[in-house]
């Protein structure tokens, strides 16, 4: 039997699914108390995928229009629970899925994350992530007594010290430490507890944890470094990425930066997995895949104000200022940087039209995506299609995202995992228990 050569993920949030389908059931009424995620979680697993991930935000975004209006009528980015809340809900019904959180550098105390992800790495048995972010938006940043968020390289530069602390504080407990030695009457040998002391110019903690060691000894770190000075922070750090880099040669190059910078700082590169976003369409024939494709990219109204009203969120830039029939002018931001860069270069890279006129910020709006490769026809067109892209890529996966329900997610699981077990490229079963070890068999 062959190895497997993919490894799949899904990013998605602690938020209500897609309620103005009419295939959403009572899941727009009932979402938030956990039990939506918590069937979707169980068929990733029944389908193989790695990891669920859980991206998150802490604010109600009123950047469009100066306003709150638009981003709470679309529920675009509220109403949005806690994603650390919903782990235990996932863990406890699944055995072999890794479930990531998102949990931001900037607002988290290093203790307090240590601590909370050492009990979820044990309450999952092994099976825990950390989603790596320095948070992007101002409005979040003054939830948390902050007027704005520091610069954006400097964010990176707190990130680097944070994930050294909270390290140091996950390797304060040595593995072996809990003895239970009923003779002596002593639980934990002391000699084997050590403090932290960690000191940086932004974040110091003294230790030690007062939890158990990790099962995993760290959760597995993932993150999106999209930036020159994110790519250098994920190849330090991470041993998953996120990755939005759009079209294969795109795709290829984002993979053998990352991968170089992992080998000059002396890590094996392939202990690191990038998951490249895509949001496959299928249908029942390549046609009406098409056809849906077609319909769901048409350039309404509503599909323009979502992409600005997005964009000017994680930007800070209010592009209901600007004339949506005009190409853009210059915008820097402190923000994403990547996904605004990704979202002024066009579709595909191209910020003209064929005869050579500039894109209008309507057609940018209108055909911006985060996704790497368009996916469009039957699970066996798709599936081909995902072989071609990880063959010309070198690897390592990809990242499923897309409408949040039942539908959608099914037809992923049931439709197109079926179709890449057939050519062997995803596993058949788990080849182990924990998260970490997963990530790794191939």
Known sequence: MTEPRMHLGWFTSFRPPVWTSQWTGSDTDSWADGRFHVDMARALERAGFDYLMLEDSSMVSDIYGGTNEFDLAKAQYAPKH???????????????????????TSFYPPYLLARTLATLDHMSHGRVGWNVVTSSEDRAAQNFG???LPPHD??????????????????????????????SNTYVDHTKVRDANYVGKFHRTRGPLNTLPMPQGRPVICQAGGSPRGRAFAARNADTIICQAQGVEAMKAYRE?????????????????????VSPVLGD??????????????????????????????TGNDLSTLD?????????????????????????????????????????AAAWSITSVPLVGTPDTVAQKMEDVIDAVGGDGFLMT?????????????GLVPALRRRGLVRQDYEHRQFRDNLLAF
Request: aromatic fraction near 4%; proline fraction near 5%; avoid cysteine.
């Open 402 to 414: 897309g409408r949040l329900g039942r539908r959608y997610y099914t037809e992923v699981t049931d």
């Open 257 to 277: 930066d990352v991968r170089a910078r992992a080998d000059a700082l002396g890590r094996d590169p392939d202990s690191i997995k990038i998951l490249y976003i």
């Open 154 to 183: 400097e964010r990176y530069d707190r990130a680097e010290e944070f994930v050294e602390a909270v390290n140091a504080l996950w390797s304060s407990w040595d593995p072996d430490a809990v003895v239970m030695d009923r003779a």
């Open 285 to 314: 024939t390549d046609s009406e895949a098409r056809d849906l494709d077609a319909r769901s990219r048409e350039a309404t109204d509503a599909r323009v104000h979502s992409a600005l009203a997005h964009i000017s969120a994680v």
């Open 82 to 104: 806690d994603p650390v809340a919903l782990v235990p809900m996932l863990a406890a019904a699944t055995s072999r899925l890794g479930i990531v959180a998102t949990m931001s």
């Open 146 to 148: 902050m007027d704005a």
């Open 324 to 364: 949506v029939d005009a190409p853009p002018p210059a915008l820097s931001t402190n923000g994403h940087r990547t996904t605004l860069a990704d979202f002024l270069a066009g579709s595909g890279g191209s910020t003209h039209n064929d005869d050579g006129s500039p894109k209008t910020l309507r057609q940018l």
